[in-house]
C-alpha cells in the first residue's frame, strides 16, 4: 500500500485554536478529525458575540442556485437576524454585473456592513473600494480582496494540493488531463487551480490538454457535457487519464459524456460535494472519483458572527482570514460521510 501524507489545517471559529494532523492518507477520511456541519453550525452560533440590534447589514451573494452559495446566503441572514441585526438581501442570478450593482446600491445605502458571498474579484474591487472610502466594512464569504475586513472559506490551498496529488497519483503519475478552466479570476478557483500546476512540477509525465475548457456559469453541466464529448471524439480511448474541475458542476457534465461513451479508463475530480456528483461518485460504474465537502451554513453564520464583533468593538477578535474543515469524499468513504454530514 503506497503511503500518502495529508496535512489538514483549519481555524475554528473565532477561537484562536489551529489543528495541525497527519496520516496515512491524502484524503481526510475519519469522521473524527472534523466537526459535522450541523454541529459545527450549532457552535458557532453560541459564541458570545455582541448584539446586532439597531445595525443594518447588507448581504449580496452571486447566486443561490448551487447548494453552496444558497445555504451560506442562508445561514448568513439567519444568524444576522438572529443577532437583532436589520438585514438587507440581495443576489444577483449568476451575474458578475449585477453583483456589482447590488454591493453599489448598498453602499449607497449607508448600511452598517456588507457581507458580499463569492464574485469575481476584477469585477467586484471597485464597488468593494466604494464601501471601504465610505468606511462601511465589508465581510467576504469565498471573496479574498484587499478591502475585505475577513474573508470566510476552506483551506483552498489544501483543497487545492490534495486534489491534485489524489488525480496524480490515482492515473500513476502519467497521462494527459482534461482541464476547465473558465473561472481563474474567482479566488477559490484560482488556489486551486495554482496548486494543481505547482503539484503537476513534480509530474512530469502528465499533461495539461491544450487549450484549457471554459466552463461557463449558466446551464454548466450541459455544456460541460458537449465539450467532454468533443474532446472524447478527439482523443481516442487511452488518450485521456482524467478531468480536473474547480467545483463539481462541469465536473458532473464530463462525468456524464464519459460515463456514457463507456471510457472508463478516465478518472474525473472535482470540488462542492454537489448532490448530482455525490451520486455520481457513489456510482460504482460512474467515473466520478472525487469531490470535497465545505460547510456552507457554517461559512454563514461564522462571517455574521464576525460582523458583530467586529461593528461591537471587538476588531481585534476578527481575524483577515477564517478557514473552516473540509472533508475530502471519495468512492471508499462517500456513503459514511453524506450520513454523517447529512448530504444524503
Given at each position: 500500500m503506497r503511503r500518502r501524507s495529508r496535512l489538514a489545517l483549519s481555524l475554528v471559529t473565532l477561537a484562536v485554536v489551529a489543528g495541525l494532523a497527519t496520516g496515512c492518507s491524502l484524503k481526510q477520511s475519519s469522521s473524527s478529525e472534523s466537526t459535522s456541519g450541523a454541529a459545527a453550525s450549532s457552535a458557532a452560533s453560541e459564541v458570545d458575540v455582541p448584539s446586532l440590534k439597531g445595525k443594518t447589514v447588507g448581504v449580496a451573494a452571486k447566486d443561490v442556485v448551487r447548494d453552496f452559495g444558497r445555504l451560506t446566503y442562508q445561514g448568513v441572514q439567519d444568524r444576522l437576524e438572529e443577532l437583532g441585526a436589520k438585514v438587507v438581501a440581495t443576489q444577483a442570478d449568476a451575474q458578475d454585473d449585477k453583483h456589482l450593482a447590488n454591493v453599489e446600491n448598498l453602499v449607497s445605502q449607508?448600511?452598517?456592513?456588507?457581507v458580499v458571498i463569492l464574485g469575481d474579484a476584477t469585477t467586484l474591487a471597485p464597488a468593494l473600494q466604494q464601501a471601504k472610502d465610505a468606511d462601511i466594512p465589508v465581510f467576504t464569504i469565498d471573496h479574498a480582496?484587499?478591502?475585505?475586513?475577513?474573508?470566510?472559506?476552506?483551506?483552498?490551498?489544501?483543497?487545492?494540493?490534495?486534489l491534485a496529488r489524489t488525480l496524480a497519483e490515482d492515473?500513476?503519475?502519467?497521462?494527459?488531463?482534461?482541464?476547465?478552466?473558465?473561472?481563474?479570476?474567482?479566488?477559490?478557483?484560482?488556489?486551486?487551480?495554482?496548486?494543481?500546476?505547482?503539484?503537476?512540477?513534480?509530474?512530469p509525465n502528465i499533461e495539461i490538454i491544450e487549450p484549457e475548457l471554459q466552463d461557463i456559469y449558466e446551464g454548466t453541466i450541459e455544456d460541460a457535457k458537449q465539450k467532454t464529448n468533443d474532446a472524447l471524439t478527439r482523443y481516442p480511448k487511452g488518450e485521456i487519464s482524467a478531468v480536473w474541475s474547480c467545483w463539481d458542476l462541469p465536473a458532473i457534465g464530463a462525468s456524464q459524456a464519459i460515463d456514457a461513451a463507456g471510457r472508463d479508463e478516465i478518472k474525473v475530480y472535482g470540488v462542492d460535494a454537489e448532490p448530482g456528483a455525490l451520486d455520481l461518485i457513489q456510482d460504482p460504474d460512474s467515473v466520478y472519483q472525487f469531490t470535497v465537502a465545505q460547510q456552507p451554513t457554517?461559512?454563514?453564520?461564522?462571517?455574521?458572527?464576525?460582523?458583530?464583533?467586529?461593528?461591537?468593538?471587538?476588531?481585534?477578535?476578527?481575524?483577515?482570514?477564517?478557514?473552516?474543515?473540509?472533508?475530502?469524499?471519495?468512492?471508499?468513504?462517500?456513503?459514511?460521510?453524506?450520513?454523517?454530514?447529512?448530504?444524503?
Open positions: 449607508k448600511v452598517d456592513a456588507i480582496s484587499e478591502n475585505s475586513v475577513n474573508n470566510i472559506g476552506s483551506d483552498n490551498w489544501q483543497i487545492g494540493s490534495t492515473i500513476g503519475g502519467k497521462g494527459k488531463v482534461l482541464v476547465f478552466n473558465g473561472f481563474y479570476d474567482v479566488t477559490p478557483c484560482q488556489i486551486r487551480y495554482d496548486e494543481f500546476k505547482l503539484v503537476l512540477k513534480n509530474y457554517l461559512f454563514g453564520t461564522t462571517s455574521a458572527n464576525n460582523v458583530a464583533l467586529y461593528l461591537g468593538g471587538k476588531q481585534d477578535e476578527v481575524p483577515l482570514s477564517t478557514y473552516l474543515d473540509a472533508v475530502f469524499i471519495d468512492k471508499a468513504n462517500v456513503a459514511d460521510e453524506r450520513k454523517r454530514l447529512g448530504l444524503e
